[in-house]
T-cell receptor
Framework: DTEVTQTPKHLVMGMTNKKSLKCEQH?????MYWYKQKAKKPPELMFV???????INESVPSRFSPECPNSSLLNLHLHALQPEDSALYLC?????????????FGDGTRLSIL | DAKTTQPPSMDCAEGRAANLPCNHS???????VYWYRQIHSQGPQYIIH???NNETNEMASLIITEDRKSSTLILPHATLRDTAVYYC??????????FGKGTKLTVNP
């Protein structure tokens, strides 16, 4: 069981669709992260939110739009994605931004773009 | 880029100790050595971390050399459920976590 919950677990969408990925944690963590993981590759950082503010964007295309409505919730809005965006999208959180504390990961949303 | 080097794969017999090495020759003074693992179809799971001293918890032991340029993760009695990709990562107060390619550990019956 994981303390970071991601929904949905699987998502199939067309290139013209708009969908959102959701991540939730109730551990009081104030840093939240989105990672992208392609098959047989390590996770790659996409975005970091610190105290509900976007602090790092790793040059991610604008068709990915993150949102942090409150300290427990992180969304990733998807629009006009490409087939190469098919991947496992992982959310993580840690107690405080920049602290030497471990990150807690969800089990991800497996996204397929048709 | 990741600052650690790990062997791409290792095998271990069930019940034996698994010793996973990691080289980090350019480690900075404020960087901790972290280990995570990722079991197939799951998110990465934190295992252990350390700065200078050896560390032990219920999952594993971490041995860091005196010069801090390398470390070894030890799973004392490997089980089939320990089959996973193990990542050694340096973290030094930055918000970023940079994963390397990791070591694919296969525990055999």
């Amino acid at each position: 069981d994981t303390e970071v919950t991601q929904t949905p677990k699987h998502l199939v969408m067309g290139m013209t669709n708009k969908k959102s990925l959701k991540c939730e944690q109730h551990m009081g963590h104030r840093a939240m992260y989105w990672y992208k993981q392609k098959a047989k590759k390590p996770p790659e950082l996409m975005f970091v939110y610190s105290y509900e503010k976007l602090s790092i964007n790793e040059s991610v295309p604008s068709r990915f739009s993150p949102e942090c409505p409150n300290s427990s919730l992180l969304n990733l809005h998807l629009h006009a994605l490409q087939p190469e965006d098919s991947a496992l999208y992982l959310c993580a959180s840690t107690l405080q931004p920049g602290s030497n504390q471990p990150q807690h990961f969800g089990d991800g949303t497996r996204l397929s773009i048709l | 880029d990741a600052k650690t080097t790990q062997p791409p794969s290792m095998d271990c017999a069930e019940g034996r100790a698994a010793n996973l090495p990691c080289n980090h020759s350019t480690i900075s003074g404020n960087e901790y050595v972290y280990w995570y693992r990722q079991i197939h179809s799951q998110g990465p799971q934190y295992i252990i971390h350390g700065l200078k001293n050896n560390e032990t918890n219920e999952m594993a032991s971490l041995i860091i050399t005196e010069d801090r340029k390398s470390s070894t993760l030890i799973l004392p009695h490997a089980t089939l459920r320990d089959t996973a990709v193990y990542y050694c990562i340096l973290q030094g107060g930055s918000e970023k976590l940079v994963f390397g390619k990791g070591t694919k550990l296969t525990v055999n019956p």
